[in-house]
């Protein structure tokens, strides 16, 4: 049958890119505010603003070029990738970084010099490309046991990586993919009411015996008694008054008073909300949560439309992936989570974030392009 050339952006999904994209220039205005107050002279935008203009850019190249290449094929290089990952994260450990003094614990990050870069964000993409793979392989026999104990086991080695790292937020998140993962492959329900059983003895067992400690401690408990920590809650509580003092059309862009006073520490990426809210006003950070949830729901709407089980178990991980990070940073923001270092997917700093991020929604992309019927080869259609 006779092909017609597509080119190559045929059969692109614009509604993930477009949306991607605005998300990322909003971002960006919001991180240029948050650290317009702290420029120096002569200095146009800061090095983390540079930074993520940097990986944005570089993001969305990436994500062209991976929705250009059959999802299946990226699939099958699970092995590659697990491996490549688990090095990168080993690498890490023994060379990695803290991002600030405050928070030497946690070496997270690789310091090339010219600039840094966080690898539990790439090990996200490397865990949705194998732990799909893996559930695929399995099911037909999802809900044996022997089947469940190995797709647990490969749960917990990026999860243990991460914590090995010091880094608890992330495998905070690391854990919600991988049971939203297995709701979406249809595990047996009961599978999960024996997991959330075992969590809560596993928290309240790390409690008892102290390996919870310090400030990870300290951040949990001044949920509860918010007077007796005010140092504790101090971001968050001035993030919160930043975000309501702005009303619903915001005090102006580059104007609020908590932005550009520097009263809310990390403003331009723990809690970038509070830029949103206090600028922009209610309408603002709703503009926020708006087109995240379109982002959220195009990627599930992707995976259902998949051609295969893999194509949509990679979007459902992709689509847990962004609504952990969503769900915890708004969390923290609003004081209903402790403060553990998440960022708001393409809206905070860190390039590391905003790349990978991109690389997840490239695959999303190349899902939706190769479940299309004229799509089932590179750059033709029958």
């Keep these: 049958m006779e092909r017609k050339r597509i080119g190559f952006f045929g059969g692109l999904d614009f509604v993930t890119l477009i949306t991607a994209m605005l998300a990322s220039l909003y971002g960006l205005a919001l991180v240029y505010s948050a650290t317009y107050a702290n420029l120096r002279e002569g200095q146009i935008i800061s090095g983390g603003l540079k930074s993520m203009l940097v990986s944005v850019a570089g993001g969305i190249i990436i994500a062209l070029i991976l929705c250009n290449i059959d999802y299946e094929i990226i699939s099958k290089l699970w092995p590659l990738v697990a491996v490549g990952c688990i090095a990168l994260m080993i690498i890490t450990l023994l060379f990695g970084t803290a991002a600030n003094d405050a928070r030497q614990d946690a070496r997270s990050w690789l310091n090339f010099g010219a600039f840094t870069f966080q690898t539990s964000e790439l090990l996200k993409v490397g865990f949705i490309i194998s732990f799909s793979y893996h559930l695929d392989m399995v099911k037909d026999h999802i809900n044996r046991l022997k089947t469940i104990v190995l797709l647990v086991i490969h749960g917990m080695i990026p999860i243990g990586l991460v914590v090995a790292t010091g880094d608890a937020g992330s495998a905070l998140i690391f854990l919600v993919m991988f049971i939203?993962?297995?709701?979406?492959?249809?595990?047996?329900?009961?599978?999960?009411?024996?997991?959330?059983?075992?969590?809560?003895?596993?928290?309240?067992?790390?409690?008892?015996?102290?390996?919870?400690?310090?400030?990870?401690?300290?951040?949990?408990?001044?949920?509860?008694?918010?007077?007796?920590?005010?140092?504790?809650?101090?971001?968050?509580?001035?993030?919160?008054?930043?975000?309501?003092?702005?009303?619903?059309?915001?005090?102006?862009?580059?104007?609020?008073?908590?932005?550009?006073?520097?009263?809310?520490?990390?403003?331009?990426?723990?809690?970038?909300?509070?830029?949103?809210?206090?600028?922009?006003?209610?309408?603002?950070?709703?503009?926020?949560?708006?087109?995240?949830?379109?982002?959220?729901?195009?990627?599930?709407?992707?995976?259902?439309?998949?051609?295969?089980?893999?194509?949509?178990?990679?979007?459902?991980?992709?689509?847990?992936?962004?609504?952990?990070?969503?769900?915890?940073?708004?969390?923290?923001?609003?004081?209903?989570?402790?403060?553990?270092?998440?960022?708001?997917?393409?809206?905070?700093?860190?390039?590391?974030?905003?790349?990978?991020?991109?690389?997840?929604?490239?695959?999303?992309?190349?899902?939706?392009?190769?479940?299309?019927?004229?799509?089932?080869?590179?750059?033709?259609?029958?």
């Design 180 to 382: 939203g993962m297995l709701f979406f492959a249809r595990v047996h329900i009961g599978y999960f009411a024996a997991g959330i059983c075992a969590l809560v003895v596993g928290f309240a067992a790390a409690w008892k015996l102290d390996i919870i400690n310090g400030l990870q401690r300290e951040r949990i408990t001044a949920l509860f008694y918010p007077e007796q920590y005010a140092d504790t809650l101090y971001q968050q509580t001035n993030g919160k008054i930043a975000m309501g003092s702005g009303g619903w059309f915001g005090q102006g862009y580059l104007n609020g008073s908590m932005t550009q006073s520097g009263a809310v520490p990390v403003n331009d990426n723990d809690m970038i909300l509070s830029v949103a809210g206090e600028e922009f006003g209610y309408i603002g950070a709703l503009a926020v949560m708006a087109l995240l949830l379109i982002l959220v729901l195009r990627v599930l709407f992707t995976g259902l439309k998949a051609r295969d089980n893999v194509g949509y178990l990679m979007c459902s991980g992709i689509a847990v992936m962004l609504f952990a990070q969503i769900f915890v940073n708004v969390g923290m923001e609003l004081s209903l989570l402790p403060c553990i270092g998440i960022t708001l997917p393409l809206f905070s700093a860190g390039g590391s974030s905003s790349i990978c991020i991109y690389l997840a929604l490239g695959i999303e992309m190349s899902v939706y392009r190769f479940s299309k019927p004229q799509s089932k080869a590179l750059f033709y259609t029958a």
